[in-house]
């Protein structure tokens, strides 16, 4: 078992540009998770998938904002015209459905600086 | 030694003593909490869970403690070790509110040596 892996650990881009993030879950996890993380804060959550639907997004998870799980595995994160505002840790998580109390695992995480 | 959580977002102690890290948390529903420890860096690491039927649950030199009454959670670390300084959240998962987790802000452990 490998874990959560995410890739690009870094990224700096320039305002305006457009991003991807990739989170590869732990396997046969059916749930994956996007968080973001400012300086000093928890993990907020952005949005989840169970298998390849998307289930619930958040309202920090603006228009700019896209994310897919194609076909139930990996997942991307795609921020168009990227803001300063922007900047952030953005954590992947996965879990395996029992029951109310499943446990996310997360992934290392993307720190992203927008200049 | 011992911390309110967010109101004394770090903690230092003494290699060897037990620390206690306090959490309070929001949601009254909540049925499901967790602590993660995170290190610079890197993503948050699961420590220890507990359902809202258990008022107590044992690990590896850590022991999760729930009030329910006063909504109160916390973290107990036996003979902290170096290697335990990170930052600790608690999250908690309400019931009715999907799948999400709601973390608290954080308490940053120091051991001093």
């Known amino acids: 078992d490998t874990g959560v892996s995410q890739n690009p650990r870094h990224k700096i881009t320039k305002r305006g540009q457009n991003v991807t993030f990739r989170c590869d879950p732990i396997?046969?996890?059916?749930?994956l998770y996007w968080y973001r993380q400012t300086l000093g804060q928890g993990p907020e959550f952005l949005t989840y998938f169970q298998n390849e639907a998307q289930l619930e997004k958040s309202r920090l998870l603006s228009d700019r904002f896209s994310a897919e799980r194609p076909k139930g595995s990996f997942s991307t994160l795609e921020i168009q015209r990227t803001e300063q505002g922007d900047s952030a840790m953005y954590l992947c998580?996965?879990?395996?459905?029992?029951?109310?109390?499943?446990?996310?695992?997360f992934g290392p995480g993307t720190r992203l600086l927008v200049l | 030694g011992e911390s309110v959580g967010l109101h004394l977002p770090t903690l230092s102690v003494q290699e060897g003593d037990n620390s206690i890290i306090n959490c309070a948390y929001s949601n009254s529903a909540s049925d499901y909490f967790i602590w993660y420890k995170q290190e610079s860096g890197k993503g948050p690491q699961f420590i220890i869970d507990?359902?809202?039927?258990?008022d107590k649950r044992q690990g590896q030199r850590v022991t999760v403690l729930l009030n329910k009454t006063v909504k109160h959670l916390s973290l107990q670390i036996a003979a902290t070790q170096p290697g335990d300084s990170a930052v600790y959240f608690c999250a908690e998962k309400p019931t009715g509110g999907g799948n999400k987790l709601t973390f608290g802000t954080g308490t940053q452990l120091k051991v001093e040596l």
């Open positions: 507990i359902r809202s039927n258990m």
């Open positions: 396997s046969e996890h059916n749930r």
């Open positions: 998580a996965s879990s395996l459905r029992i029951d109310r109390a499943e446990t996310q695992y």
